[in-house]
Structure formats: structure tokens, C-alpha cells
T-cell receptor, first 113, second 113 residues
Framework: QKEVEQNSGPLSVPEGAIASLNCTYS??????FFWYRQYSGKSPELIMS????GDKEDGRFTAQLNKASQYVSLLIRDSQPSDSATYLC?????????????FGQGTILTVHP | DAGVTQSPTHLIKTRGQQVTLRCSPK?????VSWYQQALGQGPQFIFQ???????QRGNFPDRFSGHQFPNYSSELNVNALLLGDSALYLC????????????FGSGTQLSVL
């Protein structure tokens, strides 16, 4: 079992729709969760962080965390073609692994006009 | 405010050679992490440096080594290059108290022939 697993893509949604990206993790002691966006040929950039159960909203983005189910998701409302990118889920175990992020394989999102 | 800078941007080496990649962190950041990203995969953690010491290490062989200098810049060295070392090498900087909030450089694309 992979440590961090993302829903297989690619995911294609029409402009204006809600894109839903999912991620599960295996280490129940994980403490911090992140979503990074990576445009083709570019480096990852942080778009959301979440640390406690529930929802966290930032503009069109909502991150959801359920530690009991070991599940993290990212919702993108009113999707735009500029949202087309690879979305990477990343998990930090905390404690002695404080400095280490474990990434999923990424989900490619395409938003078509 | 300069972001994370990496050099060189591209590198071609042959099997068995050695390579050194360089990274300057974002202003105000004191922690540097290195990641390897194969095509179509998420970044994999190599190691992290803080206060000139290796603080965390991922599942990479000893052929991968690093260094951090007093000005927080860092180097990644890979000895005895293998074909499988071909990848994008990403440097990420952060503040010691903000674990997973990484700022990535544009990366070094290493090709081993």
C-alpha cells in the first residue's frame, strides 16, 4: 500500500463545475496535510494546508480532512481553464518526521471551456 | 524578494559520473529540503538540512549526500550516477517552524546517459 494515494486521473471537468480531488494516507499519526499545484513544466506551489478535522475554505478552494477515515480532499468550485494542472496531496507525519513531506502521485486536472 | 533559486537548470551526465546541484533558499528561510521527481510521479523526499546538519533522510542510498552552508544555501551531490537517477531534482525552502509549507525552486533536470 502506498503511503499517500490519490484518485487516479486524469480528471476532466467543464468550466464552472466543481472539481473534486481525493487522497488517502496510511500513517494514522500524520498531523499536517497539504495540497500543491504543479503546472506542466513548473515546480509545485502550495495552495492549501489543513491540520484539523473538518473543512477549510480559501476562495474557490476547500480542503476537507477526516483523520478517522485517513482521507483528505480538495474541492475547486467554479473551475477555470487556468486550474488545469497536476494536484499533489502531501502529508507530514510530524514528530521525528517533522521535516519530511510524503507526496501522492498526483492527479491531472483538465478544465475545458 | 528572491525566491528559491537552483542551478543548473539542466544537466546531462553519463553513468558513473558525479554531479553537484545547488540551491539558495528564499530570503528568511533557514531549512532546505531536496526532492526527486520522476516523470509522472510526485516528488520523493531525499533529505532535509537545518543548521548545517541533515535533519531527516528519505529512502535514498548513500550515493546521495548533501551539505548546507552558513548562509543556508545547500548542495546535493550524487555519486556513481545510474540511469535511474534521471529526474527533476527540486529544492524547497521553509522556515524551521512551518514544516510542510515549502517553497520550491524551478528544479534541475538531470539526464543520465
Amino acid at each position: 500500500q502506498k503511503e499517500v494515494e490519490q484518485n487516479s486521473g486524469p480528471l476532466s471537468v467543464p468550466e464552472g463545475a466543481i472539481a473534486s480531488l481525493n487522497c488517502t494516507y496510511s500513517d494514522r499519526g500524520s498531523q499536517s496535510f497539504f495540497w500543491y499545484r504543479q503546472y506542466s513544466g513548473k515546480s509545485p506551489e502550495l495552495i492549501m494546508s489543513i491540520y484539523s478535522n473538518g473543512d477549510k475554505e480559501d476562495g474557490r478552494f476547500t480542503a476537507q480532512l477526516n483523520k478517522a477515515s485517513q482521507y483528505v480532499s480538495l474541492l475547486i468550485r467554479d473551475s477555470q481553464p487556468s486550474d488545469s494542472a497536476t494536484y499533489l496531496c502531501a502529508v507530514n507525519a510530524g514528530g521525528t518526521s517533522y521535516g519530511k513531506l510524503t507526496f501522492g502521485q498526483g492527479t491531472i486536472l483538465t478544465v475545458h471551456p | 524578494d528572491a525566491g528559491v533559486t537552483q542551478s543548473p537548470t539542466h544537466l546531462i551526465k553519463t553513468r558513473g559520473q558525479q554531479v553537484t546541484l545547488r540551491c539558495s533558499p528564499k530570503s528568511g528561510h533557514d531549512t532546505v529540503s531536496w526532492y526527486q521527481q520522476a516523470l509522472g510521479q510526485g516528488p520523493q523526499f531525499i533529505f532535509q538540512y537545518y543548521e548545517e546538519e541533515e535533519r531527516q533522510r528519505g529512502n535514498f542510498p548513500d550515493r546521495f549526500s548533501g551539505h548546507q552552508f552558513p548562509n543556508y544555501s545547500s548542495e546535493l551531490n550524487v555519486n556513481a550516477l545510474l540511469l535511474g537517477d534521471s529526474a527533476l531534482y527540486l529544492c524547497a525552502s521553509s522556515h524551521r517552524d512551518r514544516g510542510g509549507k515549502l517553497f520550491f525552486g524551478s528544479g534541475t533536470q538531470l539526464s543520465v546517459l
